[in-house]
């Protein structure tokens, strides 16, 4: 804060005295003269004539009362004797005027400019002569330095000063550093001979500990040389140990389980594939079939795992293409809203129809209804950013999945060919919902934020669950969609090249997703250009648009689109298009 001690700041009239405000008990009036001179008006030498006279005459107000300011050295801190270390200084100055007429001459719009940098010039030689650990000494060289009172030129008389000194942050934390590696030198050298008492002491302990060691290992081997260690048997022995860790432990075994069941249903596909190669060459010939089911693929396979060998040419019936086993890739979808759906396509995953099945003379096939359901099967997974960009719209996220809850349990003919997953995803991803089919008694999942904006964990994760969920959807059905991830971006990554490659991998599967990717908030919209797949499934709320309005418009393009895939799977159609609300933009292509 500035100190002025001209009242004024620029002459007024005499007369005008009594309306200058905060006039103090104690001041001088300087009057400038003709000639160049000044004049300072007192009692003693003005009478109350001369000054009703001279009352237009101009004239400055000067404050003659005493000051005190207190100030901390910031700016020009003061450098110890070894010229590494700083001294923080506060100075505590009081003055008083003792000539008004300097005072006006060097018109200082703030006097502490003038007090200051004298006292700073006057302790910082004193102050170098210490070291940062003499603070003390320092101090008290400089009061006893200062020589008081002390006129200035410019009008000011310094009377009192106090300065106080201490070593500044730096300096206290090297202090005290050098002080605790002292005291820990000094702890160290008492402890090394207690060590050295103890080492013999431990050395026999550590003895008796190996020999008892020894003689356990050598009765656990002896009691797992029973146990079989498959796959399996390795993870019962480790629940046997862990009985806390009974849910990782199931997940593998789970999966460990569709492996196998995956394994064995290619082997049967490759077998039955050989079968029909032997026939068509004539390497066998209808009569010897069942002696080579029951020799080459065993007794409990039955009628070359659950298909019939085709007709003609003396050769048994000829199974039904198997949806579950072969799986091209699907033709992308239109993402127009305009075009209907088309009546009785092709399925994309590499099934045939029901009522559209040949045999390959070209007549329809005569093979037993399947056991899987005629309604085809739309996978959908849900992904929702619960980064800390997400804050503002936690709720709003949760009643967005209770709205699909309502639409889907209010149309049963969808709700009976969709089938829906939730994750989530900060710095990990998480599986809040796995895939089911959806009711009114199923439970809608709650939402936290956490630290962090990771992508790379989702398209993991998606990875994993995608092709294991697809293979369990085909043998409950005769027609499985290609799945639908709905992506809500709401933070930017922070994983930014490694994201990508995640995402990549994802998409070199043969059971690629197709993924609609909705930024909202300040997300960068290259971005979720990149996420999406095809690029025309990226679209981005407004800008200017609150993340609560955002998510509600995420939300009806969820349920519009769902519900489309919904009837799509119904009718065994594979066709996928966005109905997207108002305040919804697609997002143009980006470089």
């Known amino acids: 804060m500035s100190v002025s001690l001209i009242l004024n700041n620029r002459p007024v009239p005499r007369a005008q005295l009594a309306t200058l405000s905060g006039l103090p008990p104690n001041f001088a009036v300087v009057y400038p003269l003709d000639g160049g001179g000044w004049e300072v008006e007192s009692k003693r030498h003005r009478t109350v004539t001369q000054r009703w006279l001279g009352k237009n005459k101009l004239c400055y107000v000067v404050d003659l009362g005493d000051h005190r300011r207190t100030a901390k050295l910031t700016r020009t801190p003061l450098t110890c004797k070894d010229q590494a270390h700083r001294f923080e200084a506060t100075i505590d100055v009081g003055f008083r005027v003792h000539d008004p007429v300097a005072v006006v001459r060097s018109n200082l719009p703030d006097v502490l400019s003038a007090v200051y940098p004298y006292l700073i010039s006057r302790i910082r030689p ?16 400089i009061n006893g330095a200062l020589v008081l009172p002390t006129p200035l030129a410019e009008g000011m008389t310094l009377y009192y000063c106090d300065v106080q000194l201490e070593p500044d942050e730096a300096a206290r934390a090297f202090i005290r550093g050098r002080t605790k590696a ?26 008796i500990e190996q020999e008892a060691r020894i003689a356990r290992d050598k009765r656990e081997r002896a009691a ?79 009628a070359f795992g659950g298909m019939m060998l085709p007709p003609g040419n003396g050769a048994p019936p000829q199974p039904a293409p198997a949806a579950a086993h072969t799986l091209p890739p699907a033709a992308q979808p239109s993402p127009t809203a305009s075009r209907p759906p088309t009546p009785a396509p092709t399925p ?27 309604v085809g099967l739309a996978p959908v997974y849900v992904v929702l950013d619960t980064s800390s960009a997400a804050a503002g719209c936690v709720t709003e996220l949760r009643d967005a999945l209770r709205s699909l809850q309502t639409v889907l349990a ?8 969709v089938r829906l997953s939730v994750l989530t995803f900060s710095d990990t991803a998480d599986v809040r919902l796995s895939l089911t089919q959806i009711s009114w008694q199923t439970g809608v999942p709650d939402f936290r934020t956490g630290d962090g904006c990771r ?23 005769s027609h499985v969609n290609r799945p639908t991830v709905f992506f809500l971006a709401v933070g930017d990554p922070e994983d930014s090249g490694e994201w990508q490659t995640a995402r990549e991998e994802l998409m070199r599967h043969r059971y690629r997703p197709n993924i609609v990717a909705c930024g909202i908030g300040a997300t960068d919209r290259r971005t979720v250009a990149r996420i999406a797949a095809p690029s025309e499934f990226a679209v981005a ?13 995420f939300s009806m393009l969820l349920q519009n689109t769902v519900l489309h895939l919904g009837r799509s799977a119904v009718a065994a ?12 933009s697609p997002i143009e292509d980006v470089e």
């Open 126 to 141: 004193h102050a170098a002569q210490f070291a940062i650990d003499e603070a003390f000494e320092a101090q008290a060289r």
């Open 182 to 207: 002292g005291r820990a030198s000094e702890m160290g050298r008492l402890q090394h001979h207690a060590v050295l008492g103890n080492t013999r002491h431990q050395e026999a302990v550590r003895s």
């Open 224 to 302: 797992l040389s029973s146990v079989q260690f498959d796959f399996r048997g390795l993870i019962l022995e480790h629940l046997a140990k862990h009985p806390d860790d009974t849910e990782k432990s199931m997940e593998l075994l789970l999966r460990w389980d569709e492996g196998r069941q995956l394994r064995a249903l290619d082997q049967e596909q490759r077998q039955v594939e050989m079968v029909r190669y032997m026939i068509d060459k004539g390497i066998v010939r209808e009569v010897d079939v069942p002696g080579l089911r029951e020799g080459v693929l065993g007794p409990s396979t039955v």
């Open 348 to 374: 994309p995953w590499g099934g045939t129809r029901p009522d559209s099945a040949q045999a390959p003379g070209g007549s329809p096939s005569t093979e037993p209804p399947d056991s899987r359901s005629a």
């Open 410 to 417: 209010n149309s049963p003919d969808v709700t009976s060919a």
């Open 455 to 477: 992508y790379a964990p989702v398209f993991r994760r998606l990875l994993e669950l995608v092709p294991l969920e697809t293979e369990r959807l085909k043998q409950q059905a």
């Open 541 to 553: 709320a407004d800008t200017r648009a609150g993340l609560a309005e955002s998510v509600a418009q």
């Open 573 to 584: 159609s594979s066709e996928l298009w966005l109905e997207r609300p108002q305040g919804l």
